[in-house]
Every structure is written in structure tokens, then in C-alpha cells.
């Protein structure tokens, strides 16, 4: 038997993202599921980036939920600047060196499974019938469910777009003329081109996309999670657009250290709120979406932007139950046992009659679908919890990483959307005026 150049499927870091987490966070991954997505397409069709925001929105969403994208693997185990000749179907030691990439990443996906893993995510091209059968039978004989995504996409100028600004930067091409780099790439394409089936197996369950979700078509989708996965692969759009969170400006509780409740805002917190009128203003391109929660101080902090906002109850804070209203110090001697409860726990903690960022996480799903599906710049004026929560989607955390976070008052978190994960920049208005410390000089953690 020849001898792999790959190594065992076993030795050295696996590729790909995410890692199993303890599951005792949501109740919509109950211990059963067990699914593997597996991405189907050309080259530049988007792949990586489907893959990366499913396993995100997933990870988020407390499933354990992880890539396995082969190109790292080849890069991994072969190394870099393989030119396009290497992808060619008649390129016969390029097709073993490729086929035994596409084993070592299944059966890494599939022990990873074994392990604990919920959701794999099989990031490669996977374009012939043939292939797809190896992948779905080996999956089916681990009692596993398949669902396929397959891009399809052939207009030429998103194709280019998106071969500019993610294959070029790719480590495949490093220090390459980035002309050189883009015309290897199109042959790169043309190779799989001519062996390319698009999926059509009547067995299978799948969700096409084609054009960026112009068209979508399903077969065979069923089930609680492929149903969530086509409603989120619904709303994703490729328009760049920043997404603004801040707190309202300082309250009468945040002044006294009491949490919850619905009072006003200071004179300190209405002078934030003036001074983020302005940001807005002179930051926006376009005046954004605002959103609020249902409490006033959020609401005070909008008026005085003078835009249309819409309250949403589920931006409200977190509901402290029979707490809302105390300091720390009064919950910490008064109910001891709930202090330290939380402290050990705070991700999954319930106030008593109240919520915990567990339940924050689930009634902000919404939030999360809407952003995704508005294409303008969105301002969200909420609280610390559900700010914690949204940043941790955003960022790609576990909501269970950022209950800790500081979400400072007087602050504008702005995120931006980037080839595959979002740019956070941090701009504290606490003097009054943004502009005293400059755009590029922001404040950043
Ligand atoms: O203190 C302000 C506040 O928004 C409270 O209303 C809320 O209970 C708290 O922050 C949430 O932060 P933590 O989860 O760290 O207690």
C-alpha cells in the first residue's frame, strides 16, 4: 500500500472551527441531534462563508457546532501555493492527494461526532454525485442526519467580487500579483467546472441557493434544526452595512447601582444621548434603523436622535425577578444562596420569577434573524445583558464568554461586516463630543 503524505487522521489539529462545549444551555439541542451539513459547489461560490455564519448562528444558538474545511487541511498538510494544474480532474497524483484530504477531514468530522459534536459542517467543494454518495453513506452509517447546501451562482461579477476579496488574500496566493493570482483561480474553476453535477439526487435532503438566496430550493427538509437552518440561510444578503449597539445613557438606577427597573435618564444620560445624535449624524452615511427596547430609558435615549425607532420588548434587560430593583451588595446578604448560585453559574442562572442569559439568548433570536435580514445600518439602544449577547453573535462567542464582558455606559460598539467575520470598533462619547478623540483614535478593549 502506497504510504499517505497526509498523516493520521488522528495526529495534529484538526482544521476548522468551534470546539464542543458543555451542552446544558439550550433546550433546542436536545442530546439526539446529530447532523452534518454538507456544502456543495464551485469554487468563489461562497461556501466558507455559508459554512462559517450556519456554525456561528448554531455555536450561538448553544449547539455544538464545527467546520471542517478541507482547503485548510491541504494547506495544513501539503502546504501552501498549489497552482491550478493541482485541482485538474486529469492530474492523477493532484486527485489521490485530493481524494485522501477529503477522507481525513470526514473521518476527523466524524470521530469529532463520536465525541460529542452536533452539528459538522463539511466545507468543500463536493461536486460530483460520486463524492457526495462516499460523504452521505459514511455519514448514514454513523447514525447520522445529511442535509446538503448547495451554492449555485453564475453571475460573473459576484463571482469576481467575491474571488477578489477572499481567494486573494487567501494564504494560496500570498505574495502573488494579484492579477497572476485571479486568472490561476478561474482555471482553478474551470477544473471543477467540467466535473461538475449539480445536486439532484432524490434521496437526499438539500438546500439550494441560488444567486445569494434570489432562489431557494428545498427537498426533502425536515425537522426542527434543517427548518431553522433554511428561515436563517433566508435572511443572509452580501450588503455591507454597519450595525450599531450602545446602551441608553446613564439612568436614575444606574447612578444608585440598582438593577433592572424602568427609571429615567440623569441629566448625564440625556447629555449622551445628544451626543450620540450627533455621532449619528455625522457618522452615518445613511441615517440607520433604530431599535430600542421597551423601557424608557432606552426609549429617551432615541428621542432625542429625532429618527423613527421602532420598541421591541425583546431588547428589554435582563429580568432580575424577585431582585429587580436591589444593588448587588442588598441580593449578596440578603439571598446569599442566589449571589453565590449566580456567580457559579451566571449563564445559566434563572433570577427567581425572572430570566437568565440563557433565556435572553433564546428571545433574542428575532433580533438576531432581523439584523441579519435588514440590509440599511442598524443603531440598537438596549441594556448590558442583551448587548453582551447580540456582541457574542456578532463576534462569533459563546453566549457563556461574554457574561462577563464589560458593556461600558456612553459607548458605541461598531461592527462591520468583513469578508468572513465582523470588525468591532468602540467610540466613547462620555465627553460629549466623539469628535475630541477621533474616529481612528476610538476607543477599543
Ligand atoms: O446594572 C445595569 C444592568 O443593565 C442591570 O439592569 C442588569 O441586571 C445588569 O446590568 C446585567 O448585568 P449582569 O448580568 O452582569 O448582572
Known amino acids: 500500500m502506497r504510504r499517505s503524505v497526509l498523516g493520521s487522521a488522528t495526529g495534529g489539529p484538526a482544521a476548522g472551527e468551534g470546539s464542543v462545549v458543555p451542552l446544558r444551555f439550550s433546550p433546542f439541542s436536545p442530546e439526539k441531534t446529530r447532523l452534518i451539513l454538507v456544502l456543495v459547489g464551485?469554487?468563489?461560490?461562497?461556501?466558507?462563508?455559508?459554512?462559517?455564519?450556519?456554525?456561528?448562528?448554531?455555536?450561538?444558538?448553544?449547539?455544538?457546532?464545527?467546520?471542517?474545511?478541507?482547503?485548510?487541511?491541504?494547506?495544513?498538510?501539503l502546504g501552501r501555493h498549489h497552482r491550478h494544474d493541482f485541482f485538474d480532474p486529469a492530474n492523477v497524483e493532484g486527485n489521490r492527494l485530493r481524494n485522501e484530504l477529503a477522507a481525513l477531514a470526514l473521518d476527523d468530522m466524524l470521530q469529532w461526532m463520536r465525541d460529542g459534536g452536533q452539528v459538522g459542517i463539511y466545507d468543500a467543494t463536493n461536486t460530483t454525485a460520486a463524492r457526495r454518495r462516499q460523504v452521505y453513506d459514511r455519514?448514514?452509517?454513523q447514525g447520522l442526519d445529511v442535509v446538503f447546501v448547495e451554492s449555485v451562482c453564475e453571475d460573473p461579477a459576484l463571482i469576481e467580487a467575491n474571488i477578489r476579496e477572499t481567494k486573494?488574500?487567501?494564504?494560496?496566493?500570498?505574495?502573488?500579483?494579484?492579477?497572476?493570482?485571479?486568472?490561476d483561480f478561474r482555471a482553478r474553476i474551470d477544473h471543477y467546472t467540467r466535473a461538475y453535477e449539480p445536486i439532484h439526487e432524490e434521496d437526499y435532503s438539500y438546500i439550494k441557493l441560488i444567486d445569494v438566496?434570489?432562489?431557494?430550493?428545498?427537498?426533502?427538509?425536515?425537522?426542527y434544526l434543517p427548518g431553522k437552518l433554511v428561515h436563517f440561510l433566508m435572511n443572509m444578503h452580501l450588503v455591507r452595512r454597519p450595525i450599531w449597539l450602545t446602551r441608553h445613557g446613564e439612568s436614575e438606577y444606574n447612578v444608585l447601582g440598582r438593577i433592572g427597573g424602568d427609571s429615567a435618564l440623569t441629566d448625564r444620560g440625556l447629555a449622551y444621548a445628544r451626543s450620540l445624535a450627533t455621532f449619528v449624524r455625522d457618522h452615518a452615511i445613511r441615517p440607520p434603523i433604530v431599535w430600542t427596547s421597551a423601557l424608557r430609558r432606552t426609549v429617551e435615549t432615541a428621542r432625542e436622535l429625532h429618527?423613527?425607532?421602532?420598541a421591541w420588548r425583546a431588547i428589554d434587560e435582563i429580568d432580575g425577578g424577585i431582585c429587580d430593583g436591589m444593588t448587588y451588595e442588598e441580593i449578596a446578604t440578603q439571598m446569599p444562596e442566589e449571589f453565590a448560585a449566580r456567580q457559579r453559574?451566571?449563564?445559566?442562572?434563572?433570577y427567581p420569577r425572572g430570566e437568565s442569559y440563557v433565556d435572553v439568548t433564546q428571545?433574542?433570536?428575532?433580533?438576531?434573524?432581523?439584523?441579519?435580514?435588514?440590509?440599511?445600518?442598524?443603531?440598537?439602544?438596549?441594556?448590558?445583558?442583551?448587548l453582551r449577547v447580540l456582541f457574542a453573535y456578532f463576534m462569533d462567542k459563546h453566549p457563556g464568554e461574554?457574561?462577563?464582558?464589560?458593556?461600558?455606559?456612553?459607548?458605541v460598539i461598531e461592527l462591520t461586516p468583513g469578508p468572513y467575520a465582523f470588525e468591532e470598533r468602540r467610540f466613547s462619547l462620555d465627553l460629549g463630543d466623539w469628535h475630541a478623540r477621533g474616529v481612528g483614535a476610538a476607543m477599543e478593549d
Open 139 to 141: 455519514c448514514v452509517q
Open 345 to 350: 453559574d451566571k449563564l445559566n442562572y434563572r
Open 363 to 386: 428571545r433574542l433570536e428575532p433580533v438576531i434573524l432581523e439584523l441579519e435580514r435588514e440590509r440599511e445600518p442598524v443603531l440598537v439602544i438596549g441594556h448590558q445583558a442583551v
Open 168 to 183: 486573494l488574500t487567501s494564504p494560496d496566493y500570498e505574495g502573488m500579483d494579484p492579477d497572476d493570482a485571479a486568472r
Open 307 to 310: 429618527l423613527p425607532y421602532m
Open 402 to 411: 461574554v457574561v462577563h464582558h464589560d458593556v461600558p455606559i456612553h459607548t
Open 42 to 77: 464551485l469554487p468563489a461560490r461562497g461556501k466558507t462563508y455559508i459554512g462559517r455564519k450556519m456554525a456561528r448562528y448554531l455555536a450561538w444558538l448553544g449547539f455544538a457546532a464545527r467546520v471542517f474545511n478541507i482547503g485548510d487541511y491541504r494547506r495544513t498538510r
Open 213 to 223: 438566496g434570489r432562489v431557494i430550493v428545498m427537498h426533502m427538509i425536515q425537522g
